[in-house]
């Protein structure tokens, strides 16, 4: 049995989970033609380290790309349909249960399974990778392994061995969405991981449904199909990676055939890209696009000045005109694709004469001066620079006069993870997530690192409290829809939009199935 202290979520570590991630620009042009490949342009800044959370470093794209080819969790998403925002279903652990008390959830691991290098997958080697994770006096330990994991992990007090085919992991206190937790607790090749040590991330090996053949770093990663793979082997031959972060590149290598495929196109590019046979795809998921108001500042520090700033703004047509239906005019702290949305919390519409009201029973009649710093790129960020002018002018049809700070990306994650607002700005504009229900405890607890707002509510306290208190995920999700009730006629933020993942597929493509989620299933697809 192995003993741990509960571990302390590391929030420097946790942001580039937390926030999908920004680029810098490659040159898209050079990829394996190998018959069967898919070539995808990815908007990262660098090709995501090969080293299971690690991946993490180029934020959730580095997880949907490499680390959910090469790897999987005890558990999944089932991301094989496009109609419901997806459900946890079982990898790598085939089912699991809780016990009375719900602080012990044993886990039934699937047999047979086997990692890429031929190696056994068993209760063995999920407890060395909860090791590697999660004790430090453990020989394969990886301090950056395991800030990457913390948010999943975070809960454990306690895991062991029960046979060669059972866990147990004992928690502090309730954990009650630990299986979606653990979806993105990557187990690897102990084997892999004793031989190559701190080298494992150039020499991967996973159970994942590909396997990693070559890099030629910040160029392109090749992956090869795992024809042993448990879910059954893919249809394509192999998968090429390019971070290619500038869109006008991802478009011109689309137009080139240099790729198949092109994540984020530029939303200007759409109608070109739909009149010539391309397929330009969009869905829903949990994403969020705020503006995060520092309620500690005058005015701000006034709801009605808060939510007069979100009456003042035209989201359908920014949603429509401008991003030209690639994103949904957000109207509540939840995403439309999350689980806690309710249509009842939608309460902001465009409506200036109600905004410019609020602001004079609030004292502000001729309006106030504000600033607002934000990224100048980054995935899930969609168009910053285009969005936040629009609505910049939107405010100054109010009164409300806002001085945009850009900054580049990987700097503004560093002072969000510092728990400060760039530029000592009135408020922060970045793309953030739900996707891990943890989110919702870090953003808005009262006194959350990750609270930049500075938001403090003890009813959403005391409601974030029972969440992870509550095992049944529907009770769970009325209980954030609550909280996002809360939240929003607050005015905690600026609620602002939800992106749909827009990404261009060449006619070749075929088989791919967008699911309301930030991450995708390559299994299904091919290649003509």
Not at 319 to 345: C, F, H, K, M, V
Not at 359 to 377: C, D, I, K, N, R
Not at 392 to 405: E, Y
Request: glycine letters at 6%; a negative charge; one cysteine or more.
């Amino acid at each position: 049995m192995t003993h741990i202290r509960p571990t302390r979520v590391v929030v420097a570590l946790l942001t580039a989970v937390l926030v999908t991630t920004g680029c810098q620009s490659q040159d898209a042009h050079d990829t394996a033609t190998h018959p069967g490949s898919l070539r995808i342009a990815m908007t990262a800044s660098d090709i995501p380290s090969l080293d299971t959370t690690l991946a993490g470093n180029q934020g959730y794209e580095g997880n949907r790309f490499v680390g959910n080819s090469l790897y999987e969790g005890l558990t999944r998403y089932d991301l094989l349909q496009s109609n419901e925002t997806p459900k946890v279903v079982p990898a790598l652990a085939q089912s699991w249960e809780i016990s009375p008390s719900r602080t012990r959830w044993t886990f039934h691991l699937r047999r047979g399974v086997r990692f890429t290098d031929n190696t056994p997958f068993d209760a063995d080697a999920v407890m060395f990778n909860l090791d590697r994770y999660l004790d430090p006096k453990s020989p394969q330990y990886s301090a950056s392994a395991a800030g990457r994991a913390a948010l999943s992990l975070a809960g454990f007090a306690d895991y062991h061995k029960i046979d060669d085919s059972t866990i147990a992991i004992d928690t502090n206190g309730i954990y009650s969405h630990l299986p979606e937790d653990l979806v993105f607790v990557y187990i690897a090749s102990p084997s892999a991981i004793t031989k190559w040590g701190s080298a494992f991330g150039s020499h991967p090996v996973g159970t994942g449904p590909f396997v990693y053949e070559s890099m030629r770093r910040g160029q392109q990663v090749v992956f090869r199909a795992n024809p042993d793979y448990w879910r059954g082997e893919p249809k394509l031959k192999r998968l090429v990676l390019l971070p290619v972060p500038d869109a006008s590149s991802r478009l011109a290598a689309l137009r080139s055939g240099s790729v198949d495929w092109a994540e984020a196109p530029n939303p200007d590019d759409i109608a070109w890209l739909d009149s010539h046979g391309y397929r330009v795809l969009t869905n829903s998921y949990d994403h969020a696009w705020p503006w995060i108001f520092d309620v500690r500042k005058k005015p701000l520090d006034d709801v009605r000045v808060r939510q007069a700033l979100n009456y003042a703004i035209d989201r359908p047509s920014i949603a429509d005109n401008l991003l030209a239906e690639t994103a949904d005019a957000a109207n509540q702290i939840a995403p439309r694709a999350s689980l806690a949305y309710r249509p009842g919390n939608d309460v902001y519409r465009h409506d200036p004469h109600k905004a410019r009201q609020l602001l004079a029973e609030a004292g502000f009649p001729h309006g106030f001066s504000m600033s607002v710093s934000y990224p100048t790129s980054g995935s899930g960020n969609m168009q910053p620079g285009s969005m936040n002018q629009a609505m910049q002018a939107d405010l100054a049809k109010i009164g409300v006069h806002v001085d945009l700070k850009p900054i580049e990306w990987a700097t503004m994650l560093t002072a969000f993870s510092g728990g400060t607002i760039p530029d000592d700005a009135d408020a922060i504009n970045i793309s953030l997530t739900f996707i891990q229900e943890a989110f919702w405890t870090l953003l808005f607890t009262s006194g959350s690192p990750t609270n930049i707002g500075h938001y403090s509510n003890p009813a959403v306290d005391t409601l974030l409290a029972r969440s992870a208190a509550t095992i049944d995920a529907e009770a769970r999700s009325r209980i954030y829809a609550e909280v996002s009730g809360l939240l929003t006629r607050d005015a905690a933020w600026l609620t602002a939009f939800n992106d749909r993942d827009p990404r261009a597929l060449s006619p070749a493509v075929h088989g791919f199935v967008q699911p309301k989620s930030w991450f995708v299933d390559l299994t299904s697809v091919s290649v003509a």
